[in-house]
């Protein structure tokens, strides 16, 4: 138990320091303590610098078909079984490319808010799908959003009021005009990993 609490008081004193790993302990922590369904990847990869206080937020996002369609079900008594009915092609589109705005928007607020210090001065969030390119069957990733937002611009807005497309643009990110198609855009910064300092 000693050890276990110490473990936990060295890891508290490497964030209130504003240490690299420090915060990315914490973000983690953040991050994979949010509730999202089962079927959404939640993988992310995280880089900090601590000479800039930038944030870079590498996600996984959930791609179409993982997203249920079904709309509703009938029983119909006359043949005794039941009818299901499905979402449109434009509702499902339409669905996704909300979804994707708000999960976006919610990460970057649970970040900030869990840096209670302020050491995140800036954010980074590229949101990347793993899907299967129909036309050749192969498997590929792309960054299909890409956002970067200044503490105090983010936090004076009032989410729970925002058309969460909207507000996405206004912060000046990137994505096609339907996030449906996942469409490949190029990402505002990305994790450098040859140098942690980007």
């Not at 990847?41 to 206080?53: I, R, S």
């Not at 990460?107 to 990347?128: C, M, P, S, Y």
């Not at 004076?156 to 909207?166: A, E, G, H, R």
Request: hydrophobic share 35%; proline share 4%.
């Amino acid at each position: 138990q000693e050890y276990f609490n110490s473990k936990i008081d060295n890891r508290k004193k490497e964030y209130e320091q504003g240490t690299e790993e420090g915060i990315k302990d914490l973000i983690s922590l953040v991050i994979s303590s949010s509730k999202y369904p089962a079927y959404f990847p939640q993988e992310y990869t995280l880089e900090y610098n601590a000479e800039t206080h930038m944030l870079v937020v590498e996600y996984i996002l959930p791609v179409p078909e993982n997203l249920p369609n079904l709309k509703d079900v009938k029983y119909i008594q006359t043949k005794n079984e039941f009818k299901e009915t499905y979402l449109s092609e434009g509702s499902t589109s339409k669905l996704y490319d909300d979804l994707l705005y708000k999960m976006t928007l919610r990460t970057i607020r649970e970040i900030l808010d869990a840096d209670i210090k302020k050491h995140i001065h800036a954010i980074v969030f590229n949101g990347w799908v793993n899907s299967t390119d129909k036309a050749t069957g192969k498997e590929y990733s792309a960054c299909i959003l890409s956002i970067q937002t200044e503490r105090d611009e983010f936090m004076d807005i009032n989410l729970s009021q925002v058309d969460p497309k909207v507000c996405f643009k206004k912060l000046k990110g990137i994505g096609s005009s339907k996030l449906f198609s996942l469409t490949p855009v190029a990402p505002i910064l990305k994790i450098n990993r040859n140098d942690s300092r980007f």
